[in-house]
């Protein structure tokens, strides 16, 4: 679960990639005013590290995070 607080209700781009680049995950999200909070199951996903982006029509986000 990740927390996400947006300035005004969009719809995001949310894409997870591996190292290599190779896109994991890719869907389409809603987001409201304030905080969201989005759930993901990467339990299918092999331990390493992955980059989570966020694209909305204003901005883009990356964060970095590592499954065990």
Not at 25 to 48: D, E, P, V
Request: aromatic share 12%; with cysteine; proline share 1%.
């Amino acid at each position: 679960v990740f927390s996400i607080h947006a300035a005004a209700p969009c719809m995001a781009g949310l894409s997870v990639y591996n190292m290599a680049g190779q896109q994991i995950i890719n869907r389409t999200i809603n987001l409201k005013k304030g905080n969201n909070s989005i759930q993901l199951s990467f339990s299918y996903l092999s331990a390493g590290t992955y980059y989570l982006q966020l694209s909305t029509e204003n901005a883009i986000s990356r964060y970095q995070f590592v499954k065990q």
